[in-house]
């Protein structure tokens, strides 16, 4: 089944130990984003790609980075993991704008990153 | 700037019984609107969309209205299981028509036995 990967499921950090996770797809989508979800909170965009074009989110910190090196794959890097970047982190991906400009995201599972 | 409102309260409900949540939203009139449902521990998965000019959307249990003079969707499951027990999140386009939606933070459902 096509579907969106994240691995690894659970990563524990130490309090500025560089992270990264990873992220791929066998949809083939075009769009690839990362969200940050806290508890009970809404998925909080990143940053995302259209195809290889990189979009920042304008309050992401520069702790964060991405790089997409073909369609299938997307990586988040946190270079200096703080005590507040404990959190869910989600990939998604989307496909070429559909009818009227419609899409779903597509979900991985997730990574629960730990900083201890 | 746009901002969607979700009941932050569970809403618990018995088996059998028709779910009802809300999505209410401000400063924006979206084309379509997206319903999600999250599990714990997992990332959202897609339910239903419906678009701006559609009053209501049926897919099995599932229902979907969207009032663009309230600015409210209500999402619906009836004859509801224990199953169903989940976060349900509103997602809508950012303004200016753009492909990349913004979530709300979602209610979550218990359906008790």
């Known amino acids: 089944d096509a579907m969106v990967i994240q691995n690894p499921r659970y990563q524990v950090t130490q309090f500025g130990k560089p992270v990264t996770l990873s992220c791929s797809q066998t949809l083939n989508h075009n769009v690839m984003y990362w969200y940050q979800q806290k508890s009970s909170q809404a998925p909080k965009l990143l940053f995302h790609?259209?195809?290889?074009?990189?979009?920042n989110e304008a309050d992401t910190p520069d702790n964060f980075q991405s790089r997409r090196p073909n369609t299938s794959f997307c990586f988040l890097d946190i270079r200096s993991p703080g005590l507040g970047d404990a959190a869910m982190y989600l990939c998604?991906?989307?496909?070429?704008?559909?009818?009227?400009?419609?899409?779903?995201?597509?979900f991985g599972p997730g990574t629960r990153l730990t900083v201890l | 700037s746009q901002k969607i409102e979700q009941n932050s309260e569970a809403l618990n409900i018995q088996e059998g019984k028709t779910a009802t949540l809300t999505c209410n939203y401000t400063?924006?009139?979206?084309?379509?609107l997206q319903w999600y449902r999250q599990d714990p521990g997992r990332g959202p998965v897609f339910l239903l969309l419906i678009r701006e000019n559609e009053k209501e959307k049926r897919k099995e249990r599932l229902k979907v209205t969207f009032d663009t003079t309230l600015k409210q969707s209500l999402f619906h499951i009836t004859a509801s299981q224990p199953a169903d027990s989940a976060t349900y999140l509103c997602?809508?386009?950012?303004?200016?028509?753009?492909?990349?939606?913004?979530f709300g933070r979602g209610t979550s459902l218990i359906v008790h036995p």
């Open positions: 998604a991906t989307s496909g070429r704008e559909g009818l009227a400009g419609v899409n779903e995201q597509f």
């Open positions: 790609y259209y195809d290889k074009d990189f979009n």
């Open positions: 997602a809508l386009p950012r303004k200016g028509g753009s492909y990349i939606p913004t």
């Open positions: 400063n924006y009139s979206p084309a379509y």
